[in-house]
Structure formats: C-alpha cells, structure tokens
C-alpha cells in the first residue's frame, strides 16, 4: 500500500498539471470582455459586413432549406455526429440579439460562444480567427440589421465524447490557436489580401483540405482534399496538379470560375456551384483577381506518374459503352469531346479521373448545375440518373468514361456505387 501512494500522487499531479495546461491553451489571447454594448455602427460598416457576410458565405450553414435566412437549423453532417447551424438574427431569446460586439469578436477568434462554451469546429474559428477585428464588427454590424427571427437553436447529436466540453477542450488544445493575419512582406499587397481572403473568411480548406482521425486539419493552407460527409461530392486538392490545381491556369480565368460558374479551364458543379452562387459571384472583381493570385501561388505536389492503358473485361467495356450511347453520348459526344459552351468534354477532363471517383458518381446519380449567375444566367445541366441507372450500370458507364479516349483511371464497382447513394 505504501508503495503505491507514490506513484497515486505522481498520477494525481500529473492530471492536475494536464488539466491546467489544456485549460490555460484553451485560454489563450481571450481578452476581458466589456458587456456592455456601446457598440454604434455606420452605415459604412453595415455595407461592409453584408460584403463580409457573403465572402464567407455565412448563409449557407446558418440557414436550412426553406427557412428564414440566418436562422439555423441546417443540419451539417460530421463523422461524429450532426451539428446544427445556428440562428445568428438579433432575435433577443434564440439569436444573437444580446450579444455584445465583443462576444462576436470573441466566437469568431476564440471559438467560444457568449456563455464561455466552446464552440464545435464545424463553426470554422480555425479560419475565422484571422479575420481582424474591424472586419468582425463589420460582420456583427450587419447582422444586427437583419429581421430578428424567433427559432430556437437545435442541439447537436454528437456521439460520446465528442458531445463533452472537455474533448472539444482537449482537441483544442492539440489542433487550434488564436490566429492574426500577417501580411508576408516579400508578397504584393494583391497576394496578401488574396491570403486574407481564402485562409480567412473564404475558410476554403474547410472543404479542399484533407483530416487526420480527429476532423482537424494540418493549416489553413492544407488543400489536399476531402469528402464531404454532408453530401459525398469530392473537394480535389487545390494542390495537384491531377486535381484541381489552378497554378498553370491563366489568372483570368481563375475569376471568371469564381464569378461565372465557368471558365475556359472547366466549371462548378455540386458543392462548389452553392459557393458560386452564393458567395463569390457577389465579390469584387479586385478581391476575386487576388484570391486567384494566391490559388496559383500554393505550393504544389508532384503529378502522378502517367499510367498505361486499363484492361477492362469484355462485359464490362460493352455494358458502359451501351449506357453511354443511350444516356450520355448525345451530349457529350461520342468520343467524350463534349460541346463547347454546354456540355464539358470527358476526355481529359480532370474531374473524371480523379480518385477517389466520388465526383464522377455523384454526377450520374444526382445530377447537377452550374451556378446561375449574372456572367452565366442560364446554366446547363446534367439530369439525374440515380433513379434511372442500376449500381451495376452505374459502375460500368463511370468506369467506361474514366478509360476512354486517352483517360487511364482505376475502374469503379457496383459497390464504390452503393456507397454513395
């Protein structure tokens, strides 16, 4: 007994001295807060933050489908659970009516609500603290002026121990800091508000960036890749040169994909056309010209090795070639060539190949539509064909366009199918 009492006051100082240490993180540059709201902002501020507030496209988490804007409810699918957007109005009792601009300023650099919760990431503070202070009040000036809406916040069903404070205290410790933008003095003054932009409030690595086990991220300039768990689409590394990377696209062309939906380098479609339509169709052509500046400076990984023709079996070669004639090949072309200004070609076209072949999929099964927007006010579309298609024939027409016509890609199964219907 004697000999054990050691080692229990060892283990007893030990967690005392972890649970100090994750706290005094979990603390860090979380200045005193003045409660009181003497905060009067301009008209000139108001204008700014709705600016702000579609740079970040803020509406897209905070608002679900067919509900008031701002309002919350949307249910953000996590591998830990559903998070629920929150209602941001200045509804006194369920928004955000009583805060302070000091609390805002507070969620957005600490990741802590006005009730000294810690936020879920889900909410991007690991982006957001880099936003400064004066772009925050403009956001929060903005959003005092919208329709104060009455709806209760849902509760997030996150699984033990994610639902706890002290894991999301613990992850914070190990994956977030307060951050400040620094402008990089070797790098014009267009690149740094790009950077400003797309490690900030464009918080683009929330989707482009790639996980580790725990949901974080290695940095805002992490753009390796990732699904999405709310819809399955791909975000492709902004990164790889097989991917999406835009480092040898003309900078012109970079903006009219943001603006516009298309380029003459390729267009958006599920995902990333909401953020179009959304979001950066309403930025200026300075701050899109910028971001754009900044995506083709990010360092790059190798390219892939070419790979050699695919053998494929006979059924499987006949059975895709067989759906494409009859589903695709009237828009598309019969050597995947597409039509210019409609229909993207197949042939080369970075989306097809990529793995994992999540985008090629979802674009069978659910269709989709480039944004609509004032640069492209009547988009083209693809129709679904999930309800039309079988798994099998699935598989086999998405394997026959990722091998034709000069494309090498792995082939997709029935089951790669399954998984994501």
Not at 45 to 60: E, F, M, S, T, W
Not at 169 to 188: E, I, T
Not at 198 to 221: D, P
Not at 271 to 277: D, L, R, T, Y
């Amino acid at each position: 007994m004697k000999r054990a009492l050691p080692w229990l006051a060892w283990t007893t100082v030990a967690l005392l001295a972890a649970i100090a240490l994750v706290a005094a993180l979990n603390l860090r540059d979380e200045p005193p807060l003045d409660e009181r709201d003497g905060f009067q902002p301009t008209p000139e501020q108001v204008a700014r933050g709705a600016y702000l507030a579609r740079a970040g496209n803020c509406i897209a988490c905070h608002t679900m489908r067919g509900g008031a804007p701002y309002a919350g409810g949307r249910a953000i699918e996590t591998p830990f659970g559903t998070v629920f957007g929150s209602n941001i109005t200045p509804d006194v009792k369920t928004g955000i009516g009583g805060w302070t601009a000091a609390h805002f300023w507070r969620a957005m650099h600490n990741g802590r609500s006005k009730d000294g919760r810690l936020l879920v990431p889900a909410f991007p503070y690991t982006n957001f603290t880099l936003v400064t202070r004066d772009d925050a009040d403009a956001l929060f000036a903005y959003l005092r002026t919208l329709p104060a809406v009455e709806q209760p916040n849902r509760a997030h069903t996150l699984r033990f121990p994610y639902d706890t404070q002290a894991a999301l205290a613990v992850w914070r410790a190990l994956f977030f800091a307060p951050g400040v933008h620094a402008a990089d003095p070797a790098q014009s003054a267009e690149w740094n508000r790009g950077s400003y932009l797309v490690r900030g409030l464009g918080h683009c690595n929330a989707c482009h960036g790639g996980r580790n086990v725990f949901g974080a991220t290695s940095g805002s300039l992490e753009m390796s890749g990732g699904v999405s768990p709310i819809d399955q689409w791909y975000a492709p590394s902004l990164a790889n040169p097989a991917e999406a990377s835009v480092a040898d696209w003309e900078t012109q062309h970079v903006v009219d994909l943001l603006k516009t939906g298309v380029s003459a380098r390729g267009s958006a479609l599920g995902p990333m056309a909401e953020v179009v339509f959304r979001s950066t169709q309403h930025l200026s052509d300075a701050d899109l010209r910028a971001m754009a500046v900044f995506l083709k400076s990010l360092p790059q990984s190798a390219p892939p090795a070419p790979r050699g023709p695919v053998p494929l079996a006979h059924g499987t070669a006949e059975r895709g070639r067989a759906v494409y004639r009859e589903h695709c090949e009237g828009c598309h072309g019969p050597q995947g060539e597409g039509a210019r200004g409609a229909y993207p070609a197949l042939a080369g076209n970075r989306s097809v190949v990529m793995d994992p072949p999540a985008n090629a999929i979802r674009a069978v099964l659910s269709g989709g539509f480039q944004p609509a927007t004032a640069g492209n006010p009547r988009p083209w579309g693809m129709p679904p064909f999930g309800h039309v298609l079988d798994d099998a024939d699935t598989a086999a027409v998405v394997t026959f366009i990722r091998t034709q016509w000069g494309n090498r890609a792995a082939p997709v199964s029935a089951t790669d199918v399954q998984r994501m219907r």
